[in-house]
């Protein structure tokens, strides 16, 4: 029997998944959830706030924090290796007392992270698309189509839509796609990476890309600098996760309590260079800082990094063909980005309904006779994503907020299970083949604490003076369905819901 089903069954769980994930494919998965282009869309802003220095180091200080998380989070997977992950290993760690609440915690913040992350891959992939037929059609100057808000939602639901429909597809699918994905991103990424720099020069000095800062009050409201400095480094914050998708698939790997910790380590590793090589490949290629946001410009100061890599190619060969194949590439991390927060999504909502722990469970809890996925989970988390894109219609901060509701869910499902760990008993914790020891306790501390304070700097405004058009709703939304959750808990839910319902002896009516 696979060491990963083992452990599943001493768990309480029958093996219903089909188990043929390798750990390459899993860390293709996990990789894609992760993608090296993922802060594209807040680049600008970035740079805007406190200039390149604080972009650049920035990541560097949040990859530091990062592998503490990555750490914690490896050592657990190592032990309960199965699909609820976060939510599961938040009851079985809480201990029967708290179990329960910290259960139901950890599902809703994981669920609407993911869910509302399918949003954000959706947002960025219609962004990119928009840039890639506006600089075909002849750019923002020469008369090229700059696509409408009700165009752009067409593009976002389109790509929800198509990434349910891969999802409904055999498991095997997904895998083989995430495969391609990995490749497409580590050798689109290098090519943008190496190439972009060569194109463009001349290129901005190391001092102004290491050293220079610059805050932008006129264009942000912002004149604080720690403040400035904050907002600045959320680009780094909104990178550097979703590599609990390795978690997400442990039920479908084989070996999956050896092969989940290194997935997941090995895609914090991965992005962690490739992540910050892109930022440093855009900002040595900058040309007119000011230029960039001008509404005026060929990508109607719509998307900073296509500017960029615009004026590189223009620059040298006086076409936009080679900026148009670079934002394919973007494109293309987008779509496998997306395609892959479906399926850990997906996997959530299936585990979570499994245990009874949402409304018309029975209906999500469904495997698809012959693929053997949780379809009514995957369209469940689709339509969702699609709800939380069309205020697009009508608001300037959706993006924004889609993001902010992303990480603070994600990352803080991510809180509940460490925090669990920091305080357990030692004795009463089965370790996995990755153990951290006595090195646990402060690495879970330190992971802990970051999380907090991540979550917390997606809830501050981003723009200045506030308007409804500027307006981050993120806290409002997040507060209105958490504390719906909450009262659930309170007047129902605690009655019923006792976290993961063993399935090893009952059958399943699903």
Same mark, same amino acid.
Request: glycine share 8%.
């Given at each position: ?16 998944? &089909?188990?043929?994930? *390798? ?30 220095? *604080? ?35 938040a ?15 950890c ?10 992350? $399918? ?10 698309l928009?840039m890639?037929i506006?600089?075909?059609?002849g ?52 090519a ?8 463009? &020069? ?31 480094v ?5 990178c550097?996760y ?18 989940? =910790? ?11 260079v490739?992540? %910050?090589?892109?930022?440093?490949a855009?900002?040595f ?20 990094? @296509?500017?960029? $890599? ?20 973007? %494109? ?9 927060? *479906?399926?850990?999504a997906? &996997?959530?909502?299936? @585990? ?6 949402? =409304?018309?469970?029975?209906i ?25 894109g ?16 992303s990480? $603070? ?7 509940v299970?460490?925090? @669990?760990r ?7 914790f ?7 020891g006595?090195?646990r306790?402060?690495?879970c501390?330190?992971?802990?604490? %970051?999380?907090c ?21 993120? =806290?409002?939304?997040?507060?209105v369905?958490l504390?719906l959750?909450?009262?659930? %808990?309170?007047?129902?839910a605690?009655?019923w819901?006792?976290? =993961? ?8 009516k699903?």
């Amino acid at each position: 029997m696979d060491s990963g089903e083992k452990r599943l069954n001493e768990l309480g769980y029958k093996q219903e998944l &089909r188990r043929e994930m *390798t750990m390459f494919k899993t860390l293709a998965l996990t990789f894609s959830s992760m993608a090296v282009f993922t802060g594209t869309p807040l680049y600008g802003a970035s740079l805007l706030y406190a200039g390149p220095a *604080t972009l650049i180091w920035g990541w560097v200080v949040v990859t530091f924090f990062t592998w503490f998380v990555g750490l914690a989070m490896a050592e657990i997977c190592s032990s309960f290796p199965t699909t609820g992950s976060l939510y599961f290993w938040a009851a079985h760690l809480a201990g029967p007392r708290w179990g329960p609440f910290a259960s139901w915690c950890c599902a809703w913040l994981e669920t609407i992270g993911l869910v509302s992350g $399918i949003g954000a891959q959706a947002y960025s992939g219609a962004q990119a698309l928009q840039m890639i037929i506006l600089l075909s059609t002849g750019t923002n100057k020469g008369g090229g189509y700059f696509a409408s808000r009700s165009v752009f939602l067409c593009m976002y639901i389109g790509l929800a839509l198509v990434w349910a429909v891969l999802n409904t597809f055999a498991l095997r699918v997904i895998a083989y796609l995430g495969i391609v994905s990995i490749w497409w991103q580590v050798l689109g990424g290098l090519a943008v990476i190496i190439g972009l720099p060569l194109v463009a &020069r001349p290129t901005q000095s190391a001092s102004y890309v290491f050293t220079h800062f610059e805050l932008s009050p006129e264009s942000t409201g912002v004149s604080s600098k720690p403040y400035a400095v904050i907002l600045s480094v959320l680009l780094s914050n909104y990178c550097l996760y979703g590599y609990d998708t390795a978690a997400h698939l442990t039920e479908e790997t084989k070996g999956a309590d050896r092969t989940g =910790p290194i997935a997941i380590l090995s895609s914090i590793g991965i992005i962690t260079v490739f992540g %910050w090589a892109y930022n440093l490949a855009l900002t040595f290629s900058i040309k007119d800082p000011n230029y960039l946001y001008d509404p005026n410009n060929e990508t109607a100061g719509a998307l900073v990094p @296509a500017q960029i $890599i615009y004026d590189a190619f223009h620059g040298r060969f006086h076409s936009s063909t080679g900026a148009v194949i670079f934002l394919c590439i973007i %494109w293309g991390s987008f779509f496998f980005c997306g395609l892959a927060v *479906t399926t850990s999504a997906a &996997r959530v909502v299936y @585990a979570l309904s499994r245990d009874n722990g949402i =409304p018309f469970s029975p209906i999500w809890r469904r495997i698809h006779p012959k693929y053997k996925v949780p379809s009514n989970a995957v369209w469940l988390c689709a339509s969702i994503g699609i709800l939380l894109g069309l205020p697009i219609l009508k608001l300037d901060v959706v993006f924004t907020a889609i993001i902010s509701i992303s990480t $603070i869910g994600w990352v803080g499902g991510y809180a509940v299970p460490i925090f @669990a760990r920091l305080v357990m008993a030692e004795e009463n914790f089965k370790p996995g083949p990755f153990y951290l020891g006595r090195a646990r306790r402060p690495i879970c501390l330190v992971a802990f604490l %970051w999380i907090c304070y991540t979550c917390s700097v997606f809830l501050l405004p981003t723009s200045y003076p506030i308007r409804w058009k500027t307006f981050n709703y993120a =806290p409002v939304a997040l507060g209105v369905v958490l504390t719906l959750v909450l009262l659930w %808990w309170w007047l129902d839910a605690r009655k019923w819901f006792k976290g =993961p319902v063993r399935n090893i002896d009952v059958q399943n009516k699903a």
